[in-house]
């Protein structure tokens, strides 16, 4: 029997990348963004599409709708919709840290809420939520997107737990550096206002926009990595892989927090900031 999987975030990067490597395995899936114009590639080649805005209750009401109504049910919810906000977290005002909380841990659980009769159908049900290797440490310049990773760590373990009664797997995927055009859409929303009291670092705030593109690992190949576990039985109930997704979680747990401060204000030269 063909797997059914749903995918949030498939307009560009992880999303697009996982769908193609997912649908090349032989599952059929539903890639969701909340352009449908954004999707066009991947229906282009045979997947299935549905617009899906993770913040908007009726848009998942109607996706879960549409997939109900196709009768193929669900075995698979990635919950990869997200963005990084970049900017000192002193210049963040209130609704800046919501808009942060309110895709990247609320929607989640939102959208596996509304799924889970249908997950709860399946034999194999099983959730995946990609956080990132930032959730499991802070960077200077990127304190509510990290911190919203670790809330949606936090959370799926607790999921993990509660849903196994049910029959559902939860999986934690923690990316490293993955190329895509995250970086530019961190960049657009960069927090900077014109009164900021980090007008001098301004160079180290955008080099932290771009710090996970360096080197980056391409996405095709980090979904192919992603794919192979996901469809693995049991799947592991974490997930990591691309650039730097062992060396620096590795370095967080071996260093002294006062040396991995230190090395985090260098990079993005805070050491050099003499206000």
């Not at 307009?11 to 999707?39: K, P």
């Not at 599409?49 to 193929?72: N, R, W």
């Amino acid at each position: 029997m063909t797997r059914t999987v749903l995918i949030s975030g498939c307009s560009s990067g992880i999303g697009a990348a996982l769908a193609r490597e997912l649908h090349g395995r032989g599952l059929r899936v539903y890639a969701t963004a909340r352009r449908r114009e954004t999707l066009q590639p991947l229906a282009a080649a045979g997947l299935q599409v549905l617009p899906l805005d993770v913040d908007d209750d009726a848009s998942i009401a109607a996706a879960i709708d549409a997939l109900t109504a196709s009768g193929h049910g669900l075995d698979m919810l990635v919950n990869n919709a997200g963005f990084s906000q970049v900017g000192a977290v002193m210049d963040l005002t209130r609704e800046d840290l919501r808009r942060q909380y309110e895709t990247n841990v609320i929607a989640p659980v939102a959208l596996t809420r509304a799924a889970l009769p249908l997950l709860r159908a399946s034999d194999a049900g099983t959730v995946v939520n990609v956080g990132s290797i930032v959730g499991l440490f802070a960077t200077p310049f990127a304190g509510a997107y990290c911190s919203s990773k670790a809330a949606l760590h936090s959370l799926s373990d607790a999921m993990r737990m509660e849903l196994s009664p049910f029959g559902i797997r939860v999986v934690t995927v923690q990316p490293g550096g993955i190329r895509s055009s995250f970086g530019d859409h961190a960049e657009s929303g960069l927090q900077l206002p014109p009164d900021s009291l980090y007008r001098p670092v301004e160079k180290g705030i955008r080099a932290r926009a771009q710090a996970g593109q360096q080197g980056a690992t391409p996405a095709q190949e980090f979904a192919r990595h992603v794919a192979a576990r996901l469809l693995r039985e049991p799947p592991p109930a974490i997930i990591r892989g691309g650039k730097n997704s062992t060396r620096l979680p590795l370095l967080k747990k071996l260093l002294p927090l006062a040396a991995f401060d230190a090395m985090n204000r260098k990079i993005f030269g805070l050491d050099r900031f003499k206000p």
